[in-house]
């Protein structure tokens, strides 16, 4: 098993990515502040899905190849918007093991949060 550890957009707290034994790990994504600003869930939503398909490409993978997702929703009641979003950008057949909670997130201006955890295609 490889040691290798690779860190992508890292500062003091985080790295975006980080790349182990096949596996690619997200920090939490949130939309940024312009969609943060319109303060909808399915605009928060696309936004963050965005960013997660850009990271997963720069990290080596995909949506196809995820394993393991972990969302926030600061209120729960946003759960079927959210899904409905979630639903057109997920391929048939290829559905992460997945976690939805309802969460205090950072700022009060965002709705959805979301971890990742992929394998690299």
Same mark, same amino acid.
């Given at each position: 098993m490889s040691t290798t550890i690779e860190r992508h957009h890292t500062n003091a707290r985080m790295s975006k990515i980080v790349r182990h034994g096949g596996l690619v790990y997200l920090c939490g994504q949130t939309a940024n502040a312009g969609a943060s600003a319109h303060g909808e869930i399915a605009a928060q939503t696309?936004?963050?899905?965005?960013?997660?398909?850009?990271?997963?490409t720069e990290a080596g993978s995909d949506r196809e190849h995820l394993l393991s997702a972990t969302i926030y929703l600061r209120d729960i009641g946003d759960f079927a918007a959210m899904n409905a979003v979630w639903e057109s950008w997920i391929a048939p057949g290829t559905a992460p093991?997945?976690?939805?909670?309802? =969460?205090?997130? =950072?700022?009060?201006?965002?709705?959805?949060?979301?971890t990742i955890v992929a394998a690299a295609s």
């Open positions: 696309h936004e963050t899905l965005a960013r997660v398909d850009a990271l997963l093991a997945r976690t939805t909670v309802e =969460a205090r997130l =950072a700022s009060p201006n965002l709705l959805f949060e979301i």
